[in-house]
């Protein structure tokens, strides 16, 4: 089912934060029209390894790209201009994740769109934001875990400051941020009309991540500091635990949680010990905490605890890369194959979005300006 049928958007896009956004518009049944620069032949993810699909494509690209249309224009030339004008009398949204000072110079903003269709609705992603005296700094992913405190929160306290392991998680918080918004402003444009320019930008979002740990520090003046093990802020035992063979991580955010660990590892005698007793003494003898929980999980393997804690307190395993995409659970469910021109078994994860149970279907984006004689009108 492709609820976004109908729905046309042109996107002004390259690397991560836009191409993941769009990416579920597409998925979702949108038809995206993914505008790539004709100079440099096309998103410089095409261009990025280390493992290519054929001329000017790549693994990394096809990551961020499924299901879109490309084409290929100079938007610095007037032919450029005008063939993305005629592009924008046709859609609904124009996207873009250009540097901050980039859409209005290049026209791609409300105030130049809105004369061509008065319900476009134009959506921006940059560095810092449009409006501030950042606009035209450029900045990626990780330059934002840096400056607004998330590298600082992660890792072991005696550790340096530490980016998240997973890549471009910034930029595909961004991507979805700037989703809502476009979803939003589309809805209201196709009652009223009217379109909007709709901004986000990846430091504010990756700000937006600290979460309660902002507002801790905002009314409390209290820092978080990092915790051994990945443990939580101030609930305990929330953190891995070893096993004979590995590690888990456990979540006892509850004291039903709390009881059903003791049960199942024989401990009742801590639900009573002063020091574990409630949240609160648990929270304040962690140290004391993890060396008696150290002691039971080392004595079995991790498919032991597995099996006498899975379904009864929240645990899971803790994967490398391979256990965790080759999991039974992962590689029957959510990963899929996507026919390239370059590999036809093409091995891609699968929009982790289901609708009536269904999976949404994917396709390889074709080449740069593949689409260019069906998309753009002459």
Not at 59 to 80: C, M, P
Not at 95 to 114: F, H, I
Not at 223 to 233: D, G, I, L
Request: net charge neutral; charged share 20%.
């Amino acid at each position: 089912m492709k609820l976004l049928a109908g729905v046309r958007v042109v996107s002004v896009e390259q690397f991560g934060a836009a191409p993941y956004g769009s990416m579920f518009l597409a998925d979702l049944g949108a038809e995206v029209i993914k505008v790539e620069n004709l100079a440099t032949g096309g998103d410089p993810a095409r261009k990025t390894g280390p493992f290519f699909l054929g001329e000017n494509d790549s693994e990394y690209f096809q990551t961020w790209n499924s299901n879109k249309k490309s084409v290929t224009l100079d938007l610095r030339s007037a032919e450029g201009k005008a063939a993305l004008v005629k592009l924008v009398a046709t859609a609904d949204v124009v996207l873009n994740n250009l540097r901050g000072d980039l859409p209005a110079k290049m026209g791609l903003d409300y105030a130049a769109l809105s004369t061509v269709k008065p319900a476009i609705v134009c959506v921006h992603i940059s560095a810092y934001g449009r409006d501030n005296e950042r606009a035209a700094w450029p900045g990626y992913d990780y330059l934002m875990q840096a400056e607004a405190g998330l590298m600082a929160l992660t890792g072991e306290p005696d550790g340096p400051p530490t980016r998240i392991g997973a890549p471009s998680m910034v930029d595909h918080t961004t991507g979805l941020t700037a989703m809502v918004g476009l979803l939003a402003a589309l809805v209201h444009a196709r009652s009223t009309g009217k379109g909007c320019d709709v901004d986000t930008c990846l430091f504010d979002a990756a700000l937006h991540q600290l979460g309660y740990a902002a507002l801790w520090y905002l009314n409390e003046g209290h820092v978080p500091a990092r915790q051994p093990r990945s443990a939580h802020f101030s609930l305990a035992p929330v953190q891995t635990l070893p096993t004979a063979d590995g590690w888990v991580f456990v979540m006892c955010l509850t004291e039903k949680f709390w009881s059903a660990l003791l049960e199942v590892i024989g401990r009742n005698d801590m639900a009573t010990d002063p020091r574990f007793s409630t949240a609160k003494a648990r929270n304040e003898n962690r140290a004391a905490l993890t060396a008696e929980l150290d002691l039971a999980f080392r004595a079995q393997p991790t498919a032991y605890w597995l099996g006498k804690l899975g379904g009864v307190l929240p645990i899971a395993p803790v994967h490398d890369l391979p256990a965790a995409l080759d999991s039974p659970f992962v590689a029957d469910r959510l990963v899929s194959t996507v026919p390239h021109p370059a590999r036809p078994d093409l091995r891609m994860l699968v929009n982790p979005i289901k609708i009536n149970g269904q999976r949404l279907a994917q396709q390889a984006c074709p080449a740069a300006g593949a689409d260019n004689p069906s998309v753009l009108v002459r």
